[in-house]
């Protein structure tokens, strides 16, 4: 693999390059404009945010590396309730909505995941420091904090990912009796309660419970069924435990949750007259089904099967920390994920069966594709301080286990037999991922002003494929049940390293590289031989796909002409060889390698305390991603690649804050958000096989208000408005416009608002 660009690029690269060096002068020019006033003592009123981007706690301001953080207060304020509403929280974070509600990923700079991939995740999430994956949405009750980090981050972290990393930290128990109560109510019938108790058992145990339940009619209409989609109902129950004594701290922590819903239907947007869809059902047909869902309205759908979604998630963390000295520190974590999930998704969005996820049936009660997802991962870390404090150093040692398995029967089309017979076929196979990794990094104070870190990982993966008796790919293994398919070896590294200067207390300007890669794979949909390919094969592994970047950052947090205010700038570059995505050279999807892509851009927040009762941010994020060199290799087949998908070039945010102390009558706000983001592709193929997945930017308007402890009491209140304007836009889709000439989308939520009661205690 290539690890530098080619020098036979830098002539077509002359542009990006100048924008990265004229953004870095920009920077720079900040950092020293003599007429902003800084307070030298740090900033006095803004809340200072505490981050672990580099598996310790540190200040925000003080971390060489871009994060988006929220602490409980503002993922309450912000009603932060799912992955899909950080989007709209963290400019430059799009999450990728593909065959349902429930069928997301995260894409950040560009890195992501196609729909029906099999790659490892470019963006990892991590819940309680334990790397999870699997399938559905998650409901952040009781949380810490969410902290979303950018760029390359394979060094710090489990498994490595090209674009960033999610974490999720839920609340530890404490050693006061208290918790919370939480009832909400809003339109579309929905009914929410969250609530958490802190139990102090002894001096050194305490136990902390939690609970979140919420059901919501559909904000769709299902005209065929006539039936409503995209609703909500899940469960979710979580019990953490913690041991604290002089130099041994322990916690555990277990959570179930159960989804038990109809997920949102994809809407049909185009259909082509030359497409398998309107061979086999004529061009007349064709015509009547779009027109009749141009006609309807934005959230109507015709779905032939129900949408049904089924998931249930059992995951367990425990983490040891023992002060072996003032210097040296021993921590070990364990997590264990088990998640299934089973959905019935209409993936061609029409009210025929063209492909229709299931053995023979169609509609409602149909079979549904099963995912199984079990994971178990330890993780032993040093951390530690030496030569006088000025190295502070984390080393560790990292091993999973992750398995999963699909389970994903088709029928193609299925309603014109006798004329027409079905294909009825299964996908029925099983990965599993060993991971091993060692890991070092330290930070060196060189002067008191400025510091360097460098980090390295290596991480040896074996990676195989089993085929079940019923996969239709299974025919080189007739005795078959977990019969071994493929297997490959991989050892790579991951770096960082960069530089730190601190002009002053309140200002931090780095410069970091870093490099990562995600692991080379199996196709379960592509073993040879293949009888949906006619004559042919399709073969089945993709290569490692490799990544490094460049950063230029600055950070501060101060006061700027007397006012409170923190705001971070990022100027970054970004190339990748191999980029695994995803193409359809059958019915079934297919990973592949593009030769090379580059991705730069800029990323800003801020936040500003006007005034001591109001407070103003806002967030711009602008992406320049492109394949260099958009030729690639799927399962043996050339395609030709770009735009470059789930990217859109900017991203926009603000927000004011509005409030009053009542001192004993409580607290007072009122806090507005808008949020912005520019059109994007939601194909990798858009300028050759896709010619219509371009989806149109769009604007968004939040508002809220609320009044905390009403009166001096125990009781707050508050009440909200998410999509004030109530805006149509669509926020993704699917394309199968190479295989039957449809491209399906999914809408975004209409205007929605409710009402919230909270009794603390």
């Keep these: 693999m290539k690890n530098k660009i080619a020098p036979t690029r830098w002539s077509e690269r002359k542009d990006k390059i100048n924008f990265f060096a004229s953004s870095s002068v920009m920077l720079f020019t900040a950092v020293l404009t003599p007429s902003i006033s800084v307070a030298e003592d740090g900033i006095k009123t803004l809340e200072e945010i505490v981050v672990t981007a580099r598996r310790k706690e540190e200040l925000l301001q003080d971390v060489p590396v871009a994060v988006t953080a929220f602490g409980a207060k503002q993922i309450e304020e912000q009603r932060i309730q799912s992955e899909s509403d950080l989007q709209l929280a963290t400019p430059g974070l799009t999450v990728r909505q593909t065959g349902s509600s429930n069928q997301i990923s995260f894409s950040i700079r560009g890195q992501s995941i196609d729909a029906f991939s099999a790659s490892p995740p470019a963006v990892a999430n991590y819940l309680n420091e334990v790397l999870v994956s699997g399938f559905g949405i998650s409901s952040f009750v009781d949380m810490e904090s969410i902290q979303v980090l950018k760029g390359p981050q394979g060094t710090l972290f489990g498994r490595n990912s090209t674009g960033g990393a999610v974490l999720y930290q839920t609340r530890k128990p404490t050693d006061e009796f208290e918790g919370y109560i939480n009832l909400g109510v809003g339109n579309f019938d929905n009914r929410e309660v969250k609530a958490a108790v802190n139990i102090p058992i002894s001096d050194n145990f305490s136990a902390r419970l939690a609970t979140s339940q919420r059901k919501r009619d559909g904000i769709q209409h299902n005209v065929f069924l006539d039936q409503d989609t995209n609703q909500i109902d899940y469960q979710l129950y979580r019990s953490t435990f913690l041991y604290s004594g002089d130099k041994v701290e322990n916690e555990t922590m277990v959570q179930y949750v159960k989804d038990d819903t109809i997920a949102s239907g994809l809407k049909l947007h185009s259909v082509t007259d030359d497409g398998l869809f309107a061979l086999l059902y004529s061009s007349a047909v064709a015509s009547e089904e779009i027109a009749k869902n141009k006609s309807a309205g934005f959230y109507d759908v015709f779905n032939e099967q129900d949408n049904r979604h089924k998931m249930e998630q059992k995951f367990l963390s425990n983490k040891t920390t023992i002060e072996i000295s003032d210097t040296l520190t021993f921590k070990n974590i364990f997590g264990y994920n088990d998640v299934k999930s089973n959905d019935s998704i209409d993936i061609d969005g029409?009210?025929?069966?063209?492909?229709?996820?299931?053995?023979?049936?169609?509609?409602?009660?149909?079979?549904?594709?099963?995912?199984?997802?079990?994971?178990?991962?330890?993780?032993?870390?040093?951390?530690?301080?030496?030569?006088?404090?000025k190295l502070n150093y984390i080393a560790g040692f990292y091993y999973s286990e992750d398995t999963k398995e699909t389970n994903n029967p088709i029928c193609f089309p299925c309603d014109l037999a006798p004329a027409v017979p079905p294909t009825i076929f299964r996908y029925h196979f099983e990965v599993e991922d060993i991971s091993t990794a060692v890991f070092v990094q330290g930070t060196y104070q060189l002067t008191d002003n400025l510091s360097a870190t460098a980090g390295y990982r290596h991480t040896w993966e074996e990676v195989e494929i089993k085929y079940f008796s019923?996969?239709?790919?299974?025919?080189?293994?007739?005795?078959?049940?977990?019969?071994?398919g493929d297997s490959a070896d991989i050892n790579k590294p991951s770096w960082t390293i960069s530089l730190e200067y601190k002009p002053t207390a309140d200002w931090l300007v780095y410069l970091a590289n870093r490099g990562s890669f995600r692991s080379s794979g199996y196709n379960g949909t592509g073993s040879e031989p293949n009888p949906n390919l006619a004559g042919g094969v399709l073969a089945n592994d993709y290569e490692e796909e490799t990544t490094y970047d460049i950063e230029l950052g600055v950070k501060f947090a101060g006061e700027v002409a007397g006012i409170p205010s923190r705001f971070n700038l990022a100027v970054y570059e970004q190339a990748l060889d191999h980029a695994q995505r995803t193409t359809y050279p059958s019915v079934a999807s297919v990973t592949g390698n593009v030769n090379e892509a580059e991705i730069s851009g800029f990323e800003f927040d801020g936040i500003f305390d006007l005034t001591d009762w109001l407070q103003i941010g806002g967030a711009f994020a602008y992406t320049d991603a492109e394949f260099t060199d958009p030729s690639a290799d799927v399962a043996g087949i050339s395609f030709t690649f770009g735009p470059y998908a789930d990217s859109p070039e900017w991203v926009r945010s603000f927000f004011f804050k509005a409030a009053k102390d009542m001192r004993d009558g409580g607290l007072i706000y009122l806090r507005g958000d808008y949020y912005g983001q520019s059109s994007f592709y939601y194909s990798n193929l858009g300028n050759t096989l896709s010619p219509d997945s371009r989806i149109d930017g769009y604007e968004l308007y939040n508002i809220r208000v609320g009044w905390d402890n009403v009166m001096g009491s125990s009781f707050s209140l508050a009440s909200h408005i998410k999509n004030l304007t109530d805006e149509e836009y669509q926020v993704g889709g699917i394309d199968f416009y190479p295989v039957i000439g449809t491209t399906q989308r999914l809408p975004g939520e209409p205007r929605t608002y409710g009402a919230e009661l909270t009794y603390e205690f």
Excluded: C, H, K
């Design 350 to 389: 029409t009210s025929f069966p063209v492909i229709a996820i299931s053995s023979a049936d169609f509609g409602v009660g149909a079979e549904g594709y099963t995912f199984v997802t079990e994971q178990w991962s330890n993780e032993t870390q040093l951390l530690g301080e030496t030569m006088g404090g």
């Design 470 to 484: 019923d996969d239709i790919n299974n025919t080189l293994f007739p005795s078959g049940f977990g019969a071994v």
